[in-house]
């Protein structure tokens, strides 16, 4: 499937979720959608997608933000935390969201000493090395990777070392706004980074994910720039950039 093939059923879910044309995303300008699974949260993210921006926020807080409507304009995910200033809102961090597909994707050799397995969340000895990995990159990291004991992805595959222990683990979960897509997570041990351990598990990973007939997707936060270029460098394009605010209850 080629890049544009792709872009285009990512903007058709994106669409879907802000019951908004996907053909919007083709002009510039800013759009508010109000979102019903955002009630209650006060919160408000603006994405850049094409050469259109929309704002997916909880209704409560749509009026609030509706100065950034433009019917001509973008407004840029960059600019918001400086917006957000001016207005007493409190920013949240912004990120990025990447695609590709099989002919896109490039493969990365296993480091020496690395093999890779299929992590099964109910069991007993797999839990143990999970946890044993979120105790080694610490909180910070494990909830980067959305890694939770409580709440692991159905599917893990990880790069394991000689001892036994993960070196590496990718896991993926469906991209709860667009259809067909896998959203993969990763974490990669301190003493291993930088030594292509995440880029093969990411690899490994997205070969199940294309065998299952589906697309990953890969998301990354701005102060991460480290699993941005893996993303980058493993072929994955970026699709979305993102920004995202609460808004302050009133007093």
């Known amino acids: 499937m080629r890049f544009r093939e792709i872009e285009h059923h ?14 919007l995303f083709d002009g510039p ?62 920013f949240e961090g912004g990120g990025w969201i990447h695609v590709a597909d099989a002919s896109m994707l490039r493969s990365v050799d296993l480091p020496e000493g690395a093999s890779v397995s299929v992590l099964d969340g109910e069991d007993a000895t797999h839990r143990a090395r999970i946890g044993d990995l979120i105790a080694t990159v610490g909180p910070a990291d494990a909830d980067e990777a959305d890694l939770d004991l409580d709440n692991l992805d159905p599917l893990i ?35 291993l ?13 997205c070969q199940h994910i294309f065998d299952r007939g589906r697309l990953p997707l890969y998301r990354c936060s701005w102060d991460n720039m480290g699993s941005r270029r893996l993303a980058l460098s493993l072929g994955f394009v970026e699709t979305v950039t993102l920004a995202a605010m609460r808004v302050q209850e009133p007093h």
Do not use: M, N
Request: with cysteine; proline share 4%; charged share 25%.
């Open 157 to 191: 595959v990880a790069l394991v070392d000689r001892e036994g222990r993960i070196g590496a683990y990718a896991s993926e979960r469906p991209f709860e706004y667009g259809e067909g897509f896998a959203d993969i997570a990763i974490a990669t041990r301190p003493d």
């Open 29 to 90: 300008g800013t759009t508010i959608a109000p979102v019903e699974d955002r009630e209650g949260t006060r919160r408000a993210s603006t994405y850049q997608i094409g050469v259109h921006t929309v704002v997916y926020c909880d209704p409560a807080v749509a009026d609030l933000v509706r100065s950034l409507v433009d019917a001509t304009e973008s407004f840029r995910p960059s600019e918001l935390a400086g917006w957000a200033k001016t207005q007493g809102f409190e």
């Open 10 to 23: 990512l903007r058709a879910g994106l669409a879907g979720y802000g019951c908004v044309e996907a053909t």
């Open 193 to 205: 980074r930088g030594k292509r351990w995440g880029s093969a598990a990411v690899t490994a990973l």
